[in-house]
């Protein structure tokens, strides 16, 4: 098993422009953004030989395959080509969800 460990960064929007409705029924955006301090931590455990699991310390947060950060992994092992016998994602969140802040 392996243990990989990262820090994901808040950000904020020092502009946004809202440019145009697409015909998808989305905007298209321009935007200036900057990191801040504020993080979030990742811990995923690599080959567990367990099924996939995520844990996160903010209550309403999804720890299921809803979660972005499941299926974040999702695609890099379909992208690259790569398995595991298990993943087991941790989250301590910081970072407010629903505040414009990237805590989604």
């Not at 950000?11 to 697409?22: P, Q, S």
């Not at 905007?27 to 301090?37: E, G, N, T």
């Not at 690259?80 to 016998?85: K, N, P, Q, R, Y």
Request: aromatic letters at 6%; glycine letters at 10%; proline letters at 2%.
């Amino acid at each position: 098993m392996t243990t990989l460990y990262e820090g994901a960064f808040a950000k904020i929007n020092l502009t946004l422009d809202v440019l145009g409705k697409r015909d998808d029924g989305y905007h298209d955006l321009k935007s200036i953004m900057q990191a801040i301090s504020v993080r979030d931590d990742v811990e995923i455990d690599v080959d567990t030989d367990q099924a996939w699991s995520l844990q996160c310390t903010m209550e309403g947060i999804p720890q299921d395959n809803t979660n972005l950060a499941w299926k974040a992994a999702e695609v890099f092992y379909a992208t690259t080509g790569l398995s595991t016998t298990g993943l087991a994602i941790r989250i301590k969140k910081r970072i407010p969800t629903q505040a414009g802040m990237g805590g989604g």
